[in-house]
């Protein structure tokens, strides 16, 4: 089997380089009884660390979700973008990207993937292995909430399995180089659970998407320390960046925990001067489908300077607003759209609607 092999290095800050690297085997089928589709291996290592290893997943639902699909006609849809009510629009579907999957819209499409990934191949031999009892799942507050995890593992395996909140986001901290945030951890709700229960399990599902890093690293760290019989971590990540996941690889919690991350397609960048805006990496070998990411791009364009839309346009935006608050995901994408671009999300579709 044929291998993707890409070396990386960054500055972390001005006084820590990060070094490493990205493997990823060739994509195999995977069966499902909602349609089935594709899953690809890989691990990332990163200096001397112990390598994290990576699930990407190819299905129609991550499709929609990471790259383009098709809208019937929606006058409401329009309404939020800013298209004009007076713009014609073709009665044929449209095509769309997935950051315009919005609200109830997108918690139906993330939980069809979900269900699909927790019932693939990669998983199965998790399931077999543990009793119900033995598997709890740690939604991340906000954006985790909405996988639908636990409804997953259910609707594919029939197992019961404990729920755990958790509310961790990041705060303002200047004191922090380049990122200027750290991560506050205000609610994890495992009081429900007694101590036997507690040492029971043995498989933590984390819930949440990955940009920088920080706020999984920090709660990776805090569920090991109340969980103290864990034996493995599987983190439930759409969309996820190289310099995320590279946090997560210099984690203590990967050095003598196995972490595993599914992710929806590919891997994203994060992009300067946060790091919390994370575009696609143009380079085909990324994509189990990279027609399909051809496809994006061209619906992106270009901008009046001539650069690629694509290269900048964040796959999360409002990484939970585009869940709870449409139209703070539609100012987001406006706000960066604007600044590096000088368009907005309605310019763009308009742009699509004429060809």
């Not at 380089?17 to 195999?28: A, D, I, M, N, Q």
């Not at 329009?78 to 713009?87: E, H, P, R």
């Amino acid at each position: 089997m044929s291998h993707f092999y890409y070396p990386f290095a960054f500055l972390e800050d001005t006084n820590h380089k990060v070094e490493g690297s990205l493997e990823l085997t060739e994509p195999l089928p995977c069966d499902h009884k909602s349609g089935g589709g594709f899953f690809r291996s890989g691990k990332l290592s990163v200096n001397d660390c112990h390598p994290l290893q990576i699930v990407l997943y190819h299905n129609d639902a991550t499709s929609k979700f990471i790259y383009l699909h098709e809208n019937g006609l929606d006058t409401n849809l329009m309404d939020i973008i800013g298209v004009k009510s007076t713009t014609p629009i073709p009665t044929t579907p449209l095509k769309l990207p997935g950051q315009l999957c919005l609200g109830s819209d997108r918690a139906n499409l993330i939980g069809n993937a979900v269900s699909e990934i927790i019932g693939a191949l990669p998983l199965a031999a998790t399931f077999e292995q543990y009793k119900q009892q033995n598997l709890a799942v740690f939604p991340i507050a906000r954006e985790g909430l909405k996988y639908q995890v636990t409804e997953a593992i259910y609707s594919n395996y029939g197992y019961y399995c404990d729920e755990v909140v958790l509310d961790a986001h990041h705060v303002f901290d200047s004191s922090v180089p380049v990122y200027n945030r750290t991560v506050e951890l205000t609610l994890f709700k495992d009081k429900d659970l007694d101590q036997t229960q507690k040492e029971n399990i043995a498989v933590a599902f984390l819930a949440d998407s990955i940009a920088s890093g920080l706020v999984m690293k920090e709660v990776v760290a805090r569920v090991s320390e109340r969980f103290e019989n864990l034996k493995q971590i599987e983190v439930i990540s759409p969309l996820a960046t190289i310099r995320g996941l590279c946090r997560l690889a210099q984690s203590e919690v990967n050095c003598h925990i196995p972490v595993r991350v599914h992710v929806f397609e590919t891997l994203l960048k994060a992009l300067p001067p946060d790091f919390y805006y994370s575009a696609h990496i143009a380079d085909a070998s990324f994509h189990i489908c990279p027609e399909q990411e051809e496809e994006y791009r061209a619906w992106w364009g270009k901008d009046a300077a001539g650069n690629d839309i694509a290269d900048t346009a964040c796959a999360g935006y409002g990484w939970s607003e585009v869940f709870y608050s449409p139209r703070k995901q539609i100012q987001m994408m406006n706000s960066q759209l604007q600044t590096r671009h000088n368009m907005t999300i309605a310019d763009i579709v308009v742009r699509n609607l004429k060809k």
